[in-house]
């Protein structure tokens, strides 16, 4: 079965610099969920997607922004990067009226 | 406002049962999930509970009492590969997104 695609899977950068992730989530699931994980930590929400609008927002600083494109992938520009941006970051799908929530591999960002 | 408490750690003996608790303070709540994160991996989906009651798959078994605002997942049979972290997730209306805990390290010994 499909599964949720996230590119790149690592990424370094330095501070200052710019980053995009992207999301492809399984077919015709209509929500995406971006979260970041740092060392040792639980997930935390960053904002998220119902049918190409945003749905919901949560610690996502002002630095970073998102959107969802017209065939549903997602992408999460990140600037001005700092040292604590350095974290895992997940993309999760979510489909019809299924409550479980399906995680890509994650991007692993560096920031040196 | 929404937390979850979950032990930070665990220690139990391969083929043996290990119970991992969570307790939860929110509002708006619909549901308990749980998954299972491997060192560097991505979470995966375990279980979920919605009602009151014993959620069985396989090894693994979720409980709920809405009532004490209380959860666990239950482990049987340790394999060493099961040596994860293991989150407890509250889910909300609709599309609101998952409210994890801290999690718990599991480690299985020999």
């Known amino acids: 079965a499909a599964g949720v695609i996230q590119s790149p899977r690592h990424l370094i950068k330095e501070k200052r610099e710019t980053a995009t992730l992207k999301c492809y989530p399984i077919?015709?699931?209509?929500?995406v969920y971006w979260y970041q994980q740092g060392p040792g930590q639980d997930p935390q929400f960053l904002i998220s997607f119902y049918e190409k609008m945003q749905s919901d927002k949560g610690s996502i600083p002002d630095r970073f922004s998102a959107q969802q494109f017209s065939d549903y992938h997602s992408e999460l520009n990140m600037s001005s990067l700092e040292l604590g941006d350095s974290a895992l970051y997940f993309c999760?799908?979510?489909?019809?009226?299924?409550?479980?929530?399906?995680f890509g591999p994650g991007t692993r960002l560096t920031v040196t | 406002g929404q937390s979850l408490e979950q032990p930070s750690e665990v220690t139990a003996v391969e083929g043996a049962i290990v119970q991992m608790n969570c307790t939860y303070q929110t509002s708006g709540f619909y549901g308990l999930s749980w998954y299972q994160q491997h060192d560097g991996g991505a979470p995966t989906f375990l279980s979920y509970n919605a009602l009151d009651g014993l959620e069985e798959t396989g090894r693994f078994s979720s409980f709920l009492s809405r009532s004490d605002s209380y959860g666990y997942l239950l482990l049987q049979e340790l394999q060493m590969k099961d040596s994860a972290s293991y989150f407890c997730?509250?889910?909300?209306?609709?599309?609101?997104?998952?409210?994890f805990g801290k999690g718990t390290r599991l480690s299985v010994i020999a």
């Open positions: 999760a799908s979510r489909g019809g009226t299924s409550y479980e929530q399906y």
């Open positions: 077919p015709r699931h209509d929500t």
């Open positions: 997730a509250v889910r909300g209306r609709g599309n609101t997104p998952l409210v």
